[in-house]
């Protein structure tokens, strides 16, 4: 899987991004919110490389957008800006969380340590994510418990959070 970053935005953001076109909102999130965020506000993204896909399916135990793990919203759970699984653009998947999901997610994962999201990854289907080997999980469980101090983050300062990836 390619590159997912997390970034904490404020409401008016989210906004703009339903407000464009379907087709333009990849392109709002490499120009406007990519470049802008990793110089002027690098507390408020998270880069998740590759390892998002291995850390969405140990919380939520598969590759959906629907999944009723209240850990879902980690990752792909949450308001759908875009997707279009035809087209493979740079940006393929984006997902919004209001500051109550943000706060609930901040909250469910700070009960998890290493040793759950082990039996969390372990319980991921080989035949479902070819990636799963021991280099994959350390990789997932590093990015996972890095994470915390952004949701953590974005959860005190009552932001949005916006998963963006690229496939």
């Known amino acids: 899987m390619g590159m997912g ?3 904490a935005v404020p409401a008016d953001t989210v906004d703009a991004l339903r407000e464009l076109p379907a087709e333009k909102r990849p392109a709002y999130i ?3 919110i990519e470049e802008q965020y990793f110089e002027d506000y690098p507390e408020r993204t998270y880069e998740l490389d590759g390892s998002w896909e ?5 919380l939520t135990g598969g590759f959906d957008f629907d999944s009723d793990s209240p850990l879902a919203p980690a990752i792909l759970g949450g308001e759908l800006i875009y997707y279009d699984d035809a087209s493979y653009d740079d940006y393929n998947i984006i997902t919004a969380k209001p500051p109550l999901t943000v706060s609930a997610v901040c909250g469910e994962l700070s009960k998890l340590g290493a040793a759950d999201f082990k039996k969390l990854y372990d319980r991921i289907p080989a035949d479902e994510y070819p990636d799963k080997d021991s280099d994959d999980f350390e990789d997932a469980l590093e990015h996972f418990e890095d994470s915390a101090a952004f949701w953590k983050f974005a959860s005190d ?5 916006l998963f963006a990836a690229e496939l």
Do not use: D, N, Q, S
Request: aromatic share 24%; no cysteine.
């Open 54 to 58: 291995a850390i969405h399916r140990a």
């Open 5 to 7: 970053f997390l970034f």
């Open 157 to 161: 300062k009552g932001f949005w959070v």
């Open 30 to 32: 490499t120009r406007e």
